[in-house]
Each structure stands twice: as C-alpha cells, then as structure tokens.
C-alpha cells in the first residue's frame, strides 16, 4: 500500500452501479465506522415502504451510490482536466460518502416533530469525537472541516459543492435510480452515463455541455415523477402522519408523566430538548419499531391504536382537501370529532406536500438555488431553462398537494356516536 | 363484490414481477393481517445484507411474489385444463402467500440455537388463535387446516403441494430471481415465463413439457450459482456465526444468572424453552437489533464483544477448513486460543455449508426428494437427469464448503499473549 | 382447432414484450403471408442504423409488437368490460397486425421523391389480389374491407380505431420502447402496463382512468426525447438527405436517356408515375441497397458520388440554419456553390423537422388529432392538458429544427475552386 | 489531436455495453472505410432472424462491441501491469474491431458450398489493396501484417492473441450477449464485468484469478444454452438448408447453361471457383436477397421454389434423425421421393450441428484448444475443469444433434402421387 491506496481495489456488488470501486484506504476505513454502518439502519425512504414494499433500502446503499458517481466524476471524467484541481478529489470522494450522515430515523417525521436538523448532525459527526472523524484526521488535521464544509455548501471551492449538492448533482443522480430500482418504478430512468460524460468544471460550478441537453430534461422530468409518483405518495404520507403523531402522543405523555408500561428511555433527551449526540447516534429504526411495538399494548388508548395502526398498516384514509379555502370545514370537522368521540388532535390531519421540480437564479430569494448552466459549442453559459421549452415549462412553479387524513374505520363504526360520525362522512363526501 | 372478489382489482408496485395481482378478498384480507405484516420485519436473507448491501429485502416481498407466481400458474396457465380443479386455486394461492409465515428474526440461526422448526410455527399461526386463521375460516370451517396441510405436503391433491415445494417451485423461482435482483448479481435469471408456460398438472405432480428442458436446466444453474454465490458466501457466515454466538452467550449468562443491564425479556421464555406463539410473534428483526446495540454496553467482554462485532460489521475472518482431516489442528488451535485468553466456545468456530444442487429420486433414503419430470412429445414421462447431461453432471453431488472463522484483530494484537497468538497464525498460515 | 383457435397457442420470442402470443388461426396465417414477411426487408427507422448502430430492426418487428399490446388490451383489459364487444376483437388484432402493411424501403424519402403514401399501399394490400386478403376473406366476404376501414380511420366504432391510432395508441407504445430497445438510449421507457390497466373504452373512444395520469405524462414525455433525439437526429437526417437526392438524380437521368451500366428496371414504372402494387411489392431495401450499390460505378459523377456515399457512410456535414430568415445567405451559397463547381440542387440542401408532441382538440383544423381524455373518478371526462402541468407546457407547440445540409469534404478540397470553396466555408462560420 | 488522439473522444451509444469509446484516430478511420462498413449489410446471425425476428443485427455491431471490450481490458484492467506491454494496446483494439472482416453474406451456407474460408478473407482485406489496408499502413508498415497474425493467432505475443481468440476471449463474451440481447432469451447473461476484472496477463496467456470462477462457469454454461437453444435452432437450420440448396442449384444450373431470366453476374466467379477479393466485397446480403426474390420468378421450378420458401419463410419441416443408424430409411426415403416426383438432391436434406462447449488442453488432437486457467491465490494455475465440478461435467463432451430436413408441404399435397407420399410419411412417422 503507498500514497494511502488499497493493495488491492475493494468492491461492492450494487444493483444499481453494478459494482463500488473503493480504491482509497480512507475510504475503505470511513465504510468501517460504526456511525457510517448505522445508516444500514434507517431506510433511505422512511416510511415508503409500507406503499411500495421494495422500497426497504437503507442509506447505507445510497451513500456507497452517491460516493460511486462522484468516484467516477473525478477518476474518470475531470481527471487531467486543467481546471480540476486533483488535490480535492478525496474531498469529493469523503464528502459524497458522508452526506447523509446525520440522518436519523424517519427523519422527516423526527426532524418536523423535535426540531432537528440532520445536517447539524452531519456535522457534528465529522467534527466531533467520532469514529469517523478519527478517520478523517488522518488525512490532516484540518481535513475533517473542510469535509464539513463541503457538505454545508461553504467551501470556497464551489466546483467540489456542485458535484455533491446543486440541482444536478451526485445525490439525486443516485436516489433518483436506486429509488426507482427498489421500487420497481418506471420512472427514475434518465442517462446518467451521458450526463456524467458532458459535466465540465467551470469557474465556481460544475456545467454541462449543450448537447447534453436532453440527457438533462429527462433527469429534470424523472426527478418531477419520482417526487409525485413515489416520494409524496399519499399512502406514504398517511403513515408518516400516523409516526409523527405517535411521537406527539408519546412526548405529551411523558410531559404529562404518564406511566408507561414500556418506559421511552431512547426518547428522553429528545423529548426534553437536550438530545446529545451520543444519544442522536442510538437512535436508529429498530430502536423506534421496538418502542412501537412495545406501546401497542400502552393503557393510553390513543398511543396504543397508533402504534397498532403504523405496526400493522391499518393507515389513515384520506380526501384531496385545501385547507387554504375549506377553513371553515375543518373547524366544522373539527367539532364534529370532538363530538364522535375522536380526538381531532390526532386522528384528523391535514398535509401538505410542494415541490419546485427546477428553479433559476432568483438571488436574495428564500430557497435560493443555483441554476444549471449549458456550456454552449462557443463556449458561452446558458441558463437551462432559457434553452429547454420543458424545463422552462416547468421551471420556478411549485406544485402544492393537500390532503386530510383520518380513520375511517372509526368513523363507520355506528356503535357510537352514530350521528356525529354520520355527519362527517357527508361532509367528507363518504357517505353512501 | 361477488364471490369473494374485490370490486377492483388491486395491485402491488413489484420490481420482479412488475405488478402483483389481487382480485380475491379472501388473499387482501390475508395480506392485511398482522401475522403477516410482520414478515416486513424480517429480512429474507438474514445476515446477507452485510455482504450484499442490496440485500435488505424482507419476506413480506419475496411472499407476495410466491403469491404471483402462482397466481399466474393458476390463472393463466393451468386454467381451463381438464386434469385441474378449479376449486383447488384459492387454496393454492393461500399457501403461497403463508409458506413463510410461521419465519423469524434471523430463523437460520435461531432454528439452530433454540432447536425451533419455522414450519411449526407456520401450522401454528395457521390453526391458532391469529388474523390469519380468523381471515381463512370465513372460507370454509376447515380451509384452514386444508392451508397447513398443503405447506406440509401432506395435501391429498399433489398437484397443490408441488407448485409449492417441489424441486422447480414457485418459492424457489420467486427467490432465486428476487435475491438476485436485491443483490445485483447476474445469477439468478432464467426464462420464468417459458417455465410457466411448459408447467402441466399431470397425475400426482406437476410436470414440464420436453420443449422446456432447457430453461429447466437453466434454472437448475441458476440456483447451483446462487447458493454458492450468495447464500453461502462466507462473509455472510460469518456474521451468522457471531449472530449465534451472540444467542449462545446470552442464553449461559442468563441461566447463569448474570444481571443484564438490558434484560432479555423477549428471550426469557426461549431461554427456558418454554416459547409460546404469542411470544414468538412479537420477536422480529427491530426486536433482535434493539437487544444488540443495548448489549454492546454489558459487562460481559464476549457479549458486548460479539454484538460490536455485528452490530459494527467487525466480522471474523476465515480459512478453508476440513474438520474431518484436521481435527488435531482443530484440538492444538482450542488448546491455543485458550492459552491466549480468547474463548474457542465463542472465538473458534467450524461453519460448513452443503448444498445438493438436483437429485433424482431415491425412495426411502433422508431427503427423499421428489424428481423433476418431462413430458415428451408422445406423453411418456422422464426424469430430467436422464434427460439433459448438464443435470446429469451435478444430480445427487452434495457439494460441501468448510470454513474455520476467528478474530484475526485479537489474534494481531500482541500486546498481551504474543507467543500463544504468534502460533495461532502459524498454523493458520496467516503469519508473514 | 375450433372457431378458429389453434391447436396449440404459438409464440414468437420478442425482446420487447418476452412473448408474442398467437392464438388465432387467422393472424397465425397473416403473419405467413408473403406480403407480412415482406416487412422482414424494411427497416423500422430507414436511415437510422447509420446513426445509432443497432437500430437494424425491421418493420415486421414492430408490426407483431403492435399486435402483441392490442391483444393484451382485447384479451386482458377490455374482456368482459359491458361496452366493449367481443366480436371486434379480431377485427382490432388484424388491423394492429397490418397496419404498417404498406410500408416501403426507406418510406420517408421514397414518399417524398415520389408523392406516394404508405397508407394508400396498405389499403391496396389489403383490399387487392394479395395472400393477406385471401386470408382475411376467410373471416367473412367484408371482412377485409372493414380492416382497411379501421386503419383508415373511418370505421364507425372509434374505440376499435383509437386503439390503432389515437395519441396513444399501440402503434406509438411499441415503437416508442422497440426503437428505444435497439437504439439503446435512455429514452422510451414509460410503464405500459400501468397505461393499459386504466385504459377504458367509453362512447366513442378509449380513455384514460385519472389514477394513470402521471404514466401518461412520462409516455408523451418519452415521445418528445425520441423525436429530438433520435427520429430527427441530424445525421439520419444527412442520410436521408443523401438517398433522396440519389432518388432525384436517378430519376432524372433516366428522363434524360442517360444509358445506365445497371439499368434501374425496378424503378420504371415509379420513375414514370406508373406505379402497380405489384411492382410496389418487389420493392424492399434489399433491392434499393442493390442498386446504390451498383450505381457507385456508374459514369454520372453526382450519381456515383451519392451512391459512395450512402454506401459508405461518408455523409453531408451541417450547420443550424434558418431558411426563413437566412434566405439571402441560402441564395449567396447557391451561387457560390455553382462557382465552386458543385452543383447546389444534390449538394446544397436545407432541412427542416418538426414535431407536436401533444395536440388537444382543434375542430377544424388541418391535422386535427383527437385529444387524450382522463376518466375522473366521479366519472367525468377532463382533456389530458387540463390536468396535467407538463403535459400542458407543451400541447399544441411546434416545435421546429432546420439544418443545412453540404458536403464538407468536397468545400475543404482546395485543390480546384480555392477562392470560392473559402467563401462558402466563411459564409457557414467553418473557416478556421 | 496529438499523437494519434482524436480531439474529442468519440461514442457510438451502443445497447450492450452502453456506449463504445473511441479516442484513437485510427480506430476511427478504421471504422470508416467502406470494407469495414459493409459489415452492417451482413447479419451477424445469419437466418437466424427468420426464428427469432429480433436477430436483425450486423456483424458491424458485433465488431464495435468486441473492439470496446478489448478497450477496456486494455485500458482499464491490464493498464499498469507489468507483464503487460503498452506497445501492443493498438494492435489488440485492431485486431479486436477487425476480427469479422472477412465474413460474407450468410458465412456459413456460401463457405460450406463455395469452400471459402471467411478467415482467408479477413487476411486478405487487412493485406491487399484496400482502404483498411492504407490506414493500418498509416501506423507502420508493418502493422498491417502484425494485426493480420494476431487474427490468425501466429502472432508472437500470445497474450495479445488469447484476448481475441481463445475460450473466454472477447470475440466470445460480446456475441453471447449480444445475441441474447437481440433475440431476447434469458441465456446469454453473465457478469462480464467481473470477468475482465479477474483477467490477468501471465506469461503466454491471459489467466482467471481464482475467486472469478463461478463468474467463468456462468459464461460457459451461458455458451452452452446459447448454442443449443439459438445457434443450432432447427428451424434456423432449416432456413440454411434451403440456403445452401439454393447455392447449389444456381451452380448447377449455371454450369449446366441454364439461360436465368436474372443472371446470376456477381456469382459468376465464384461458381467457376475464380472468386477475387474485389467480387467478394461486392457481395453482401443485399445482393443475395436480390437474387432471391428474382429468382422467384425463374422457370427452373426447383430454382423458384427454393427461393419462394426462404424470401416468404415456407420452411422445410424436420424430424429427429440419426444418419449414423437410420442409413437404410434414409435409402428408402430417397428412393421414394424420387418416385413422388421431389428431387431429393434437394428436398430431402440431414443436417447435423454439433458443439463442444469446453475442453481441456489435448495437444497433438484436432481442433487443439487452449484451456482456461485460473490463478489460484498461491499464484499457481490450475486448469479450469480441475476446479469446477460443472465444468468438469461437460468438458470435453461433443454433442451431436441430427435433424432431417423436407417439404412437408409438398408431401400432404396428394393430388399427385399419392401412394409414394403416403409412403414417405409413414417412414417418417409424419401420417396420422
């Protein structure tokens, strides 16, 4: 082994890039900490699978995916490119596999209900007193920083940002493909090959060459697809509204010093706002679907039904609904739970989900994001959506989907409150 | 509804399959009972994720897929010949989706450590007081136990029983191209749709037309390569033998009376033999992971060791190995390892994995399995051996693979007991 | 055989869709008539394969394609459906099967050099003294007049044409994937079998269940990727430039009494308007690729030259080019064109590709096509634009792409014409 | 461009291996030259189309896929090594895109009736007055002349020569998976990747890493089914009876001055065994298809038979034969044809295909074929079929198929020659 290279290349087998190519020790050492093997814990799509039963990947696969793209990225397209400096590579290489690094358990509900951020923990891995900033430090002791850097989107060398995070970057290209291959889906398909082969290092950010244009309409549309066909599922939203109001439920509880028979030790920090990292690094999804299995037999019966919900996948039903003009039928419905019985808190949500499937430049704006620039044949930069008459369709307008939640099986259960359940089911218009 | 029929048929997003068709109330109602849902819980190739990071596939998948395969037999293939009772389908298509209900956490290893048989668990979820039964009775008082019958091979009709376990049944081809998929290996393919199509009940078997022969064979290597390839690949060993050592030390500090700072609970009842279905059906892969991560922190230096081990991917490395012609190596090695002060009981274990890739049949011998037959162009029936020369070539060859596992970071670490370690590596011939 | 089944279900291995199955005497017989394997020799994508190498496929290929998704839409979808009749089922499969009946060698081109229409030929087939109408009289005296009735569009049950042609109809799903299977690109994959389970027959037309909506979209989306980036890929364009000229320039010599080394007997009666089906069916590329073959040893040197060049893929540079705004330039190449000594009428050409990817409703209009129609859940009938933003984006807009067509290599030989072969390449921004 | 470099790397999108990599000028120009190019007029499997109608792919194809093959074992996997001299990079990409050039229109019917050797040609085209003859010089006068060795394996660097042509060379690992990819079996896939990453150059030869095995038998077996289930398809063998018969007849025919409506000009020489290589480049399949449907119409009523059954695929049906016992019936047939009035010269056809999947290392025998070796971890080579008890199975073993080929057709029409047909048809258990 020199100059911090294997004896011999490392690979794993992956369904998506065929095989991972590790060729660097730190490398090789980093897939070996403890904090990068926990992400074998907690799935890449949260509660997905319970709409999409192939969907039970874990980051762990698409972190080796993201690491993948970028390898090739830098080993094969921007090597000896004069602009490229080489001396950034394994920061690349470091920064794509530990990416998501601080992602906790269903970590969209988590974050939404304790206010955290898993890119804080990102970084409070990589500096902290970690195995894997053990490893980082190796290669020098300011190396852990500015891999840290990288993935906060503050290192000066923007080109390295892009390749990990800018609207067309490793990230998506991988959680893109993989999540359509677990899936099955028929969307999440665009050519990857050709657009890793047109990507250009230029001044403060990755380009593409104009003729790979289409390669990267396709990308855009996939990416549009996979985001209201897959990600905001409205089955997989009624699950992840069943999980955050269990970890609602669970936290008023523990507040209100309810005793539980399974008592949510692992919880404790987080639900008095003093989480460690330590504590954060416990946490994985075995650990939460213990709990919830555990509380299915809680006395509290709304803890209980949810867990029995979530565990068993008796989810929420739902109608399209806009909370934005039907105000005065929520609090109508509102009422009307109170009435039946059902605790509205709980059993009658209202989710929103939006995307902004590409956007240009809008400097000084919330959100700002960077724009994708063609590398015209004269060498000028375009932006794409000047360029492209699909992604100028589609470019700058968010698409917003909302949906109410509740339980019907309790609502056509007439051996109570038969008339205030009645009474919801037509305005719900589910009455028969 | 009509017949038990769903208003609409239902599907499930499948990347093998495509899609899994529901039309019968009866296999939903089935689906959504909690018995089964727990199969989510429960990878379909136990320790495999940590060789193969794709791998991470549950049973509920590859259960549903059974299901399709044999719906398609059914409803596709079989449909409308005259040696096929149509009342025989929805049977079938029950115990296709319930053939592995009655798995566990990591069943390979706990079948051997607790001496559990997963297909009495199966006749138990199937007869006992559960969703599943309550689900099949509304079929008929004993179409639940016709279910069992048909998962134990006892069913009359032996056409029921071979599409299920035979040597060329729908669980193997479901598996056999699902692990691949999982993996991404390029075993696993072979042309299912043609054996489908050549599949014809005849008599008491299910037998193949001689037009198909050759994607039989194909199957048949499919299968050869997949076993050596994947399931018994030796990394995977070798976290399915810490996992049992896990098991093993756990179970002696238990009956020894040690003081877990995380007690066991969910085990106590294995622990004491004393397992009850209720019981059972509340351990699940979280529960298992939950119990591993609390027990890094126990006192006890083998178990906190060996559940780092796993939890961490810190496997034991291996060396061929042949009990049979090197038991004193195997005695001079327990003698060693002792004297280094790491226990053989934990640290020194023989794994050995055979496979029989084909047999003819062999009346009254252990593992009498059941022939492949074709059927010739004038209607004569022939077992495929005698057939095809690539079957011939490995019918009846158990082939056998013996590894020795140990860990070889204690055994480099002489900063205690160097001598004694030094030796160890010797005779493994691991020393440089 | 009964009622007219064969015997025994037959199948085709197809790439496309694993098996075509026929189960009908009727189409079995079809597909061995000469005037079907005649397809066998032209090719799906005319001048494609010289663009993308394994576009070889041919028109007999796509035919049975087309056939193979009608007849899962009849057999599978629409069976049983109350507004669907049963009896024009046949009807469907023959018009699916022999829709492109008519096609000749490189149509595109031919039908421009020599006002012909394919569709015309294939009602002639169909209609006249040919094997496919001896079969199809079989089904019934007018039978064949109501095949070519449902091609032509003019049949009274819409739904039966719709499935034939309509904005998405089988002919546009299987050429989508096929040419995408054999090109190799990215594009062309949508989930077809998603499209046809919300596929419904209704009044008269087949629309599409609201729940299918999205794998619309990436349908016309994949469309939109396979016009642009391979039908109209510009150097297939250079090819088909080239072979149209050739057809020109052959035509003209044979008006001028030029004495050809290999006379062009197969082309007489279409060089003199002339004509007969049956010499349209000795047509076919074998016979087209024979005579350019032929002609590159001809005296003529821009037949010859032509002629080398198809052969030999030594095809016509290009540069974008306007001709509605660059008409003075054009005028300006002609004549300098004629300077150089290259005649502009077979070396100067512009081309221009154009493409409506999705068209609602425009009563009236030239090239009316009818809209997609989605089925919303209360029943309601909502054109496809409507509701979807993408599809929206780009309905009813042109989109237009113009290239000027030269050969490079004839403008870069400087060793006659210097000074106006320098013009010509400043005047195309080519000079160095 | 420096030293021999294109400027921009070239890519042919190509639907095995993605995309084929062109950065050496002189592959480009190679690929250019009309020799080169007339191989997209020659089917890489001949009339193989005409039972799998996905298998239209040219030779030209198949030719860039074993040049990128070569390319990247070249570049990537043996770049480095020390046995491995870089000189020879250029002479295998060479070698490896020109291998084919010699074949002609249906190779294998016109060698076995013309005994022409497609290998002689390629020798000739590389060393005669050709285009690739003059670009090849342009790297050294004598690199023509190296590349015609490597192809006829007496070059002496025999690594060069075993990733050409060996048993698990390149020419082998494209055609496999190209066929399946056009025909669209199941056979034909293996984890190429893993192949090319386990090869090593050592000594005289190109040797398997050891823990590739599995991945090598997968490749042989794949080879097995390929050859059986597609390479020797009786009814393929049946369209290339009828070839050959053609072949025959028109020489006969030719020799005995027959006066052809269509005279057979570019087969003059060869019927009179005067065949140049300028003539050969003449032909391809264009041309014979010419002939063939022309032919149709020729009086000799054998001449236009034959070729109406193989332009409208008529085939001649077949029947199990074994020529080695069955030579009295074979006697009798064809005494009794002649009495039914079929001339069995060419109706009455054994046509025997036989493979010998793998062999070990015979020197001295016929057909000497070197074996595979694998490095085994100790650096040792072990014969492959040593090693893997599945190749061992069928290593060595020939096998033999025997079909007998007829007009079935012509046999059922009794309107002559009753009793004789009757008769026939028994013998060949055909009446019912």
Known sequence: MENGKLSEEKVFKDPVHRYIHVRDKLIWDLIGTKEFQRLRRIRQLGTTYLTFHGAEHSRFNHSLGVYEIVRRIVDDIFKGRPQWDDEERLLCLCAALLHDLGHGPFSHSFEKVFHLDHEDFTQAIILGNTE???????????????????????????????????????????????????????????????????????????????????????????????????????????????????????????????????????????????????????LDESVIMFYFQAWQDEEDP?????????????????????????????????????????????????????????????????????????????????????????????SGKRRTDHKLYFPLDLLEDFSTKRTAKKKILELLNLSN
């Open 302 to 394: 709304i803890l209980s039904d949810l867990c029995r919900r979530f565990m068993n996948r008796k989810l929420f039903k739902y109608v399209e609904f806009n909370p934005n003009v039907q105000m005065m039928t929520l609090m109508e419905l509102t009422t009307l739970f109170k009435k039946a019985g059902i605790d509205p808190d709980y059993y009658l949500v209202v989710d929103s989900s939006s995307d902004l499937p590409y956007d240009f430049y809008r400097p000084g704006e919330e959100e700002e994001r960077l724009p994708i620039h063609l590398q015209m044949s004269n060498g000028d930069l375009r932006e794409l959506s000047r360029q492209s008459e699909i992604v100028d369709a589609i």
């Open 132 to 282: 894997v900033h053990s490893v980082l430090k190796e290669n020098g002791a300011d190396f852990p920083k500015k891999v840290a850097e990288v993935i906060a989107k503050t290192y000066e060398n923007k080109q390295v940002v892009s390749l990990i995070s800018s609207q067309i970057d490793a990230d998506r290209m991988d959680y893109l493909q993989r999540d359509a291959y677990y899936t099955g889906v028929s969307y999440g398909h665009f050519d990857m090959e050709r657009i890793l082969r047109v990507m250009r290092p230029r001044e403060d950010q990755v380009v593409i060459k104009s003729s790979g244009m289409h390669a990267v309409e396709d990308y855009i549309m996939s990416r549009y697809q996979m985001y209201w066909q897959v990600y905001f599922h409205p089955v997989t939203r009624s699950a992840e509204v069943i999980l955050t109001k269990i970890l609602h439920r669970a936290k008023r509880l523990h507040q209100e010093f309810y005793s539980f028979k399974h008592s949510p030790i692992h919880f404790y920090s987080m639900f008095e706002d003093e989480l460690t990292l330590e504590d954060y690094l416990k």
